[in-house]
């Protein structure tokens, strides 16, 4: 069971590098700055979910000393604030382009 979720994550981790990869080029090459906003935003939550997903991955991988448990809970918590801030952006271009 425990290597059906290591792969799981290292799976969903290669989605999110890939897809904010794809979010970062759009957002380079859009000339609209709602359209950029709203691209760039997206990018913020598949990083966040990515360091989610990387400290996800170090908990099952990595074995308890101190170094490995700092390093999880940062990810954890930088990747949870990029989610969130991600969605506020996300939010914010969206009521943008409903009134424009």
Request: aromatic share 12%; hydrophobic share 55%; charged share 15%.
């Amino acid at each position: 069971m425990i290597i059906l979720i290591k792969y799981l994550l290292f799976v969903l981790l290669v989605v999110f590098v890939i897809g904010a990869a794809v979010f970062s080029l759009s957002s380079r090459r859009a000339a609209d700055p709602a359209v950029k906003g709203r691209k760039r935003s997206v990018m913020n939550v598949m990083q966040g979910a990515m360091l989610v997903t990387l400290a996800l991955m170090s908990m099952f991988l990595f074995r308890g000393s101190t170094v490995s448990i700092i390093v999880e809970a940062l990810f954890l918590v930088i990747g949870i604030f990029n989610i969130f801030s991600g969605l506020r952006s996300y939010g914010y271009y969206n009521r943008i382009r409903s009134k424009g």
